[in-house]
């Protein structure tokens, strides 16, 4: 039960690769030139945090040097805290301490934190090496290894400091769910949500027809690998029509502009990104409901999605909600002014617009709060 979805671009075209038990198969696998090409060199720096390393270094190290990779790897502390210039320099220092050339490749095992920096350190790398991501999460699996968005954060803000720099394959073992934090699960069925109303029907009827989607085991394996498989494509799908975000890419963002203020007024203690993604979005639904471009009808099946998810639905009665306001004129997704959002049309499209009033971010930013 293997499933190859191919990411096609105008250069650096590649491979998702969707297996069961794909860990112990690395090794061939990167050596396949139907998954892989042109062909990988002989070393490998694996980009990992101890916890991942402790449930799979042995298995991927193994399985690479079977194959006969040269295997080096840098272990960096967890946690989007880490996620700095600092711990990317020492993915430099062991690059350097392990001589990778221009022919080496970077693998970024584990959550998006390790793969953006491992994916970001491979682009500046002798101005760029090969990146292989091995996502162990749900949310990087279906939304942060896929694309070629690569970075860290600045004390300032998130994400402000990256390149574009697509990987060589993304190889991703089911398998590796059962081990995750249902908390984490949670957190990256947000992002599969998203894409069922951003743009696959089909994937937002079969969640809602599903009668659990809170946690791996009560998901059948193959029910879990179609989820994967339409996350998946639905990401590729936006990426092969717009690489570096000019247009269509900016539909991801669905519940994210909302959600990265809600995150970071909370000081990113109190909802992980999933979470605070998944507030954005009934967020949002509630603001398309009130511009009469959403129906009621769709906006509850989405919010019951995401609470039958087991994701938070609503935000604590502390919360100021005009620092919303305020916080939404500083951020990335601004134009001339304007803030754009990403607002739902009908189930699996949707529309961008800069026309949203104030008061309607205001009123739906306090209907998450509770009473
Ligand atoms: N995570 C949004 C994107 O890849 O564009």
Known sequence: MQ???AVPLQQNSYNVLLAPGGLQQIGRVLQDSELVSPGLGQKVLIVSNPMIWKHYGDIVSKSLEAAGFEVACCLLPAGERYKTLRSVEKIFDSALA?????SSTVVGL?????????GFAAACWLRGIAIVQIPTTLLAMVDASIGGKTGVNHPQGKNLIGAFHQPRLVSIDPNTLNSLPTREFRAGMAEVIKYGVIWDADLFEQLDDTPRIDQPRYL????????????????ADVVSQ????????????YGHTIGHAIESLTQYRLFNHGEAVGLGMIAVGDIAVQLGLWSKDCRDRQYR?????????????????EAVLEMLTADKKVKAGRVRFIMPKDIGVVEMTDRVPPEAILAAVRNL???
């Not at 394996?221 to 990401?235: F, W």
């Not at 999605?305 to 909600?321: H, Y």
């Open 305 to 321: 999605l995401i609470r039958k998810a087991g994701l938070p639905t609503q935000l604590p009665a502390s919360f100021e909600s």
């Open 110 to 118: 584990g959550g998006g934190v390790i793969g953006d920096m491992a």
């Open 242 to 253: 717009d690489e570096k975000e000019l247009g269509l890419r900016a539909i991801l963002n």
């Open 369 to 371: 709060q509770a009473a």
């Open 220 to 235: 059948a394996p193959e029910m879990l690998m179609d989820i994967l498989r339409r996350s998946c494509q639905a990401k």
């Open 98 to 102: 392990h001589r990778l050339e221009r």
């Open 3 to 5: 499933t190859v979805i």
